[in-house]
């Protein structure tokens, strides 16, 4: 599981169900089934599924490139972008307390739905 800019300001943390920058990688369908659970179990953190994450790629590219099953958790806005992502403004004073606390939450619960099953 990758886990990737969770504290991005005027965010909201998102699963990707597959990315594309030169190739497509898909998410696991276990893992995405799992986290599509936790999602709808904690609608106040605003979390949400992104279908196609474009134009850049995570930590999940490579490995899904290598046939390891992968999983993104990332803040995204709801349009699929990564605020302030390598900007000036991409730093510590910039964390999103509530979207951290609100990926954490997810985080949590999604490793609690894993080590279940």
């Not at 990737?4 to 696991?28: Q, R, W």
């Not at 276990?30 to 609608?43: R, S, T």
């Not at 046939?67 to 993104?72: A, D, H, I």
């Amino acid at each position: 599981m990758t886990i990737d800019g969770l504290a991005a300001e005027k965010a909201l943390p998102s699963v990707i169900c597959s990315e594309k920058f030169f190739l497509e990688v898909k998410s696991d369908p276990f893992m995405l089934k799992m986290a599509n659970m936790v999602i709808k179990e904690g609608p106040e953190t605003g979390a949400f599924l992104l279908p196609l994450y474009q134009g850049a790629y995570t930590d999940s590219s490579p490995a899904g490139l290598n046939g390891f099953k992968v999983l993104t958790l990332i803040a995204l806005r709801r349009d699929g972008v990564l605020p302030a992502w390598h900007t000036m403004k991409d730093n510590f004073e910039s964390i999103d307390k509530t979207t951290l606390s609100n990926a954490f939450y997810l985080l949590i619960h999604f490793s609690t739905y894993i080590e279940g099953k």
